[in-house]
């Protein structure tokens, strides 16, 4: 029989802590890798024990976010071909996902998210998810996020008899959060369970901490636990599984507790241009409660190609994102690059919102620099220009942390620490 490579493709939807610019961006992704088995999915017991094996994957994707006042929505869609260098069949198929979401107040916010995949090889699956949630933000940096919702897996196999078609669905529900103790480091975690289950007998831990490395580049480590309780009952006349060469003489039942155990450490660093590189490794450890465990191992490397599309139709060379070094003790460098005319300045908490502020220098090409002495702490900001006897607030670019400054524009943000 001829084995079969699986794929897993996991969606998160999640809410942005900071504004985003509405925009369009298309990624291509590839990556090269080795795996020795593939673990489909964390909430259900299914494993494919096959032959190591060396596979290729190429992603092309999109997004799509689009903010309106106290409303947003983020669309993403994709494709996704995987080549398995050994006898497992290669994988094929789109995917989608959607999150919408409207904010209540200044701390709490409602939304839905939906997503939803079909994957093709010798047999089909389909994927399809929905799922309300309701967020609260106590601060900037930290934010709670409750969500419930159904999962629906259905598989179309094929046989000398026709196509069988099978469907099953899970009801979920979680509590996840996210906290940033510094503003390179983020923390996160959640607890998940099944409705119709004991959240103590099945339930699935989460928790990851990722660091952002300079400009572009970071490092993320996550790991989790999941614990999943069976019941069997076996009865004289041949009802329930064969546990051994004997039925019992009296119908018996018993759990059986099953583990699962996964780990992954993940970069990304700057390669040129819109490029970027990636690599991952991972370890999945399944103990089951009745026979051998199971191990996955899987490393793999890429390139990622995005362009954002919504520069297309926007003049950005007047946006901009401001750099910020530490130089020495309280002093800190700010630098921007300006291709406009007339003369910049930088004002914000740090002196009181003073304008025109401090003045930015022009220090090569269209480089501009200040020098400021900043104590650690969390600052807004603004950059101001000064051309033809008129002040104009400058625009940032969408990579630029920012919050809203209350009269429909944006304020920079900056942690130092």
């Known amino acids: 029989m001829k084995k079969v490579g699986l794929l897993m493709i996991s969606f998160l939807c999640t809410g942005t802590l900071f504004s985003q610019t509405p925009g369009t961006s298309i990624t291509v992704e590839s990556q090269a890798g080795y795996s020795t088995n593939t673990f489909l999915h964390p909430m259900i017991n299914e494993w494919d024990i096959s032959d190591s094996g060396a596979f290729t994957r190429l992603i092309p994707s999109a997004q799509i976010f689009w903010a309106t006042g106290r409303f947003s929505a983020d669309l993403s869609g994709g494709y996704v071909l ?59 940096f930290t934010r709670v996020r409750a969500r419930a919702g159904s999962s629906f897996r259905t598989y179309e196999l094929l046989d000398d008899t026709g196509e069988i ?7 979920f529900y979680g509590v996840e959060m996210e906290h940033w103790p510094s503003f390179r480091w983020q923390l996160r975690g959640g607890v998940y369970g099944l409705a119709d289950k004991n959240l103590f007998e099945n339930h699935s831990i989460s928790a990851s901490l990722s660091r952002v490395i300079g400009q572009s580049a970071g490092i993320a480590l996550s790991v989790s636990a999941n614990r999943y309780t069976n019941r069997f009952t076996i009865t004289p006349d041949g009802g329930g599984p064969q ?135 969390i600052y807004e900001y603004k950059v101001l220009l000064i051309a033809n006897g008129e002040e104009t607030w400058v625009e940032f670019t969408d990579e630029t942390m920012t919050v809203s400054d209350g009269f429909g524009g944006t304020n920079g943000l900056i942690f130092l620490d």
């Open 82 to 140: 995987e080549n398995i260098y050994d006898e497992r069949n290669n994988w094929n198929g789109g995917f989608g996902s959607a999150q919408f979401r409207y904010r209540l107040s200044e701390t709490v916010s409602a939304g839905a998210g939906a997503s939803g995949s079909r994957l093709q090889s010798e047999f089909g699956k389909q994927t399809l998810s929905f799922m309300p949630e309701i967020e609260w933000s106590p601060s900037l």
């Open 165 to 171: 078609e099978t469907t099953d669905r899970f009801d």
């Open 243 to 377: 546990f051994g060469p004997t039925r019992p003489e009296e119908e018996e039942s018993f759990d059986q507790i099953d583990r699962l155990l996964r780990g992954s450490l993940n970069f990304t660093f700057p390669v040129a241009g819109n490029f970027s590189g990636r690599g991952s490794a991972g370890l999945n450890l399944f103990l089951p409660g009745g026979g051998e465990s199971r191990s996955d191992v899987e490393a793999s490397v890429g390139l990622r190609y995005t362009f954002s599309a919504s520069s297309m139709f926007r003049n950005s060379g007047n946006n901009v994102s401001p750099e910020w070094d530490q130089l020495r003790n309280s002093a800190v460098m700010v630098s921007i690059e300006y291709r406009g005319d007339g003369d910049l300045y930088i004002t914000g908490e740090f002196n009181d919102w003073e304008q025109p502020g401090v003045p930015l220098s022009k220090v090569s090409g269209r480089k501009y620099a200040a020098e400021l002495n900043l104590n650690p702490g």
